[in-house]
């Protein structure tokens, strides 16, 4: 299973938006709307901000949002803050009792 | 508050085993509402999915890079997650992460214990 493909960075100024793709395809990202978002901070654990898709969890500001389009699902991320830099990622179920990671982006709030 | 911590992490010679332990509290660990995963992620690098048990322990899954070798189990009695962890390689060094429902609403992650496999 190969991993998801993101844009390996991608920054924007206070205020600005910013959004990451995740690339995948019909067995994976097309096929489900089990996709995921999480945030991770260096040397942190993850943090889920965007489920199925476009849910977000309690406690995350809307500020975080997702969307999906055939076999690209997408995360926004409107009125950069400067807690928003940190490593993004995205996963995928992947049928087969199987799940799938993005490649990762790196946020960076100039 | 929820909490899951992970213990048994550290340095291994390939070809050796090793048992990890996730300690879960603040929610009722049985919950059929909830699966158990192991998310690994190698120095640099990003996350990879490494294995799922269902509530009861009924149901497991496994990446192919992990199957017949990575074993997950799980003490309901005991509110303990383990990942049993056998012929291992240098690319299982990792960080090791014990999560809830990790893809989900309700999911929630482990600090993560560190396996380093080098001889």
């Known amino acids: 299973q190969s991993a998801l493909t993101q844009p390996p960075s991608a920054s924007g100024s206070p205020g600005q938006s910013v959004t990451i793709s995740c690339t995948g395809t019909s067995s994976d990202v097309g096929g489900y709307k089990y996709v995921s978002w999480y945030q991770q901070h260096p040397g942190k654990a993850p943090k889920v901000m965007i489920y199925e898709v476009s849910q977000r969890p309690s406690g995350v500001p809307d500020r975080f949002s997702g969307s999906k389009s055939g076999n690209t699902a997408s995360l926004t991320v409107s009125g950069l803050q400067a807690e928003d830099e940190a490593d993004y990622y995205c996963?995928?179920?992947?049928?087969?009792?199987?799940?799938?990671f993005g490649t990762g982006t790196k946020v960076t709030v100039l | 508050e929820v909490q899951l911590v992970e213990s048994g992490g550290g340095l291994v010679q390939p070809g050796g085993s090793l048992r990890l332990s996730c300690a879960a509290s603040?929610?009722?660990?049985?919950?059929?509402?909830?699966?158990m995963h192991w998310v690994r992620q190698a120095p640099g690098k990003g996350l990879v999915w490494v294995s799922r048990?269902?509530?009861?322990?009924?149901?497991?899954d496994y990446a192919d890079s992990v199957k017949g070798r990575f074993t997950i189990s799980r003490d309901n009695a005991k509110n303990t997650l383990y990942l049993q962890m056998n012929s291992l390689r240098a690319e299982d060094t990792a960080v090791y992460y014990c999560t809830r429902d990790f893809d989900a609403g309700s999911g929630f992650w482990g600090q993560g214990t560190l396996i380093t496999v080098s001889s």
């Open positions: 048990i269902n509530s009861d322990g009924s149901r497991t």
């Open positions: 603040g929610f009722t660990f049985s919950s059929t509402n909830y699966w």
């Open positions: 996963s995928s179920y992947a049928g087969n009792n199987n799940y799938v």
